[in-house]
T-cell receptor, first 114, second 111 residues
Framework: DSGVTQTPKHLITATGQRVTLRCSPR?????VYWYQQSLDQGLQFLIQ???????AKGNILERFSAQQFPDLHSELNLSSLELGDSALYFC?????????????FGPGTRLTVL | AQRVTQPEKLLSVFKGAPVELKCNYS??????LFWYVQYSRQRLQLLLR??SRESIKGFTADLNKGETSFHLKKPFAQEEDSAMYYC?????????????FGQGTILTVHP
C-alpha cells in the first residue's frame, strides 16, 4: 500500500504525558499536513511541512510540535497532555506545496487522554 | 480569518431525488474551494475543487462569489452517495496547503 500511513492506530495515555504520532506520506509526496478532529472543533489544520521545512501553521498549541525528517516522514509530538487533547489526528500528504495539490489523507490516530 | 459553514449536519433524501449540500464561506480575498468526502470505513478524500470546474460521480459545485457559497449538487442521488461531506477553503498565497473545513454534512440516501 503506497498510501499515507499513520502509527499507532490508537493511543491511550494519561494527562500530563507526552506522545509521538508518526506519519509516512505517499511515495513521491513532499508535503505533509497534520489535522486534529474533535467533536466540538471539527477538523482543524495544525501544520504543514514541505521537504523538511515548516510552511504553514494553524492554531497549533505550543505544547504541540512537529517535524519532517529527511526521509519525508513526519512526527507530531504532543506534550503535557490534557483531557481536551483527546481527538482523531490525521496526517495528509500531497505532491507539492501549493493549495491546488490534492491532499491524500491517512487513516488517523485516535488519541484518548484519561 | 476565514470561516466555512455547512448549515446542515444531517441531510436525508431518497434515491433518485436531487440533492444539494450547502456551503457558505467568509473570506475577503479570492479563496479556493473544495469538497472532500468520507465514505463509511474509508479515508477522507477529495471529491472536487472549484478551479477544475469538473463533475465527479455526477456531483458539481459552482463558486458563487456574490453569495459566498459553494453548494454541492447532484440531480439524482444514489445510495452509494451516502457519506460525510466536508466543504473546505484555502486562502491562497502563503497559506500554501492550509485548509479550513466546515463541520461536515452527513448525507443519507434511502432506497
Amino acid at each position: 500500500d503506497s498510501g499515507v500511513t499513520q502509527t499507532p492506530k490508537h493511543l491511550i495515555t494519561a494527562t500530563g504525558q507526552r506522545v509521538t504520532l508518526r506519519c509516512s506520506p505517499r511515495s513521491g509526496d513532499l508535503s505533509v499536513y497534520w489535522y486534529q478532529q474533535s467533536l466540538d472543533q471539527g477538523l482543524q489544520f495544525l501544520i504543514q511541512y514541505y521537504n523538511g521545512e515548516e510552511r504553514a501553521k494553524g492554531n497549533i498549541l505550543e505544547r504541540f510540535s512537529a517535524q519532517q525528517f529527511p526521509d519525508l516522514h513526519s512526527e507530531l509530538n504532543l506534550s503535557s497532555l490534557e483531557l481536551g487533547d483527546s481527538a482523531l489526528y490525521f496526517c495528509a500528504s500531497s505532491v507539492g506545496l501549493a493549495s491546488y495539490n490534492e491532499q491524500f489523507f491517512g487513516p488517523g490516530t485516535r488519541l484518548t487522554v484519561l | 480569518a476565514q470561516r466555512v459553514t455547512q448549515p446542515e449536519k444531517l441531510l436525508s433524501v431518497f434515491k433518485g431525488a436531487p440533492v444539494e449540500l450547502k456551503c457558505n464561506y467568509s473570506y475577503s480575498g479570492s479563496p479556493e474551494l473544495f469538497w472532500y468526502v468520507q465514505y463509511s470505513r474509508q479515508r477522507l478524500q477529495l471529491l472536487l475543487r472549484h478551479i477544475s470546474r469538473e463533475s465527479i460521480k455526477g456531483f458539481t459545485a459552482d463558486l458563487n462569489k456574490g453569495e459566498t457559497s459553494f453548494h454541492l449538487k447532484k440531480p439524482f442521488a444514489q445510495e452509494e452517495d451516502s457519506a460525510m461531506y466536508y466543504c473546505a477553503l484555502n486562502a491562497g498565497g502563503t497559506s500554501y496547503g492550509k485548509l479550513t473545513f466546515g463541520q461536515g454534512t452527513i448525507l443519507t440516501v434511502h432506497p
